[in-house]
Nanobody, 119 residues
């Protein structure tokens, strides 16, 4: 029953950066592993990153490794995705999600926030 709201998307040029935020409701937020996935129109869903409930470990898709960083602040019920060195191929709607199974099986997600990278 957790509610997720993403923000921080926008239009940036290739090579630029964005920081996405995900605000989660619920007092049991700290129990959940969280992730980000993305989807472009007509494309399959792509996993992006995941983080354990206490932030003890992370997962990144090969396509974003070294460029994106997932983090969380359980005291604030927040998850973040720092996106650096953005490429046009990163253009998609980005979704914050609760993981059902590590590292990219989801059972809840938000409405998404659009990221567009121009060249």
């Amino acid at each position: 029953q957790v509610q997720l709201v993403e923000s921080g998307g926008g239009l940036v040029q290739a090579g630029g950066s964005l920081r996405l935020s995900c605000a989660a409701s619920g007092r049991t937020f700290s129990m959940y592993a969280m992730g980000w996935f993305r989807q472009a129109p007509g494309k399959e869903r792509d996993s992006v990153a995941a983080i354990r409930s206490r932030g003890s470990s992370t997962y990144y898709a090969d396509s974003v490794k070294g460029r994106f960083t997932i983090s969380r602040d359980n005291a604030k019920n927040m998850v973040y995705l720092q996106m650096n060195s953005l490429k046009p191929e990163d253009t998609a709607a980005y979704y914050c999600a609760v993981l059902k199974s590590w590292p990219y099986e989801y059972n809840y997600w938000g409405q998404g926030t659009q990221v567009t990278v121009s060249s």
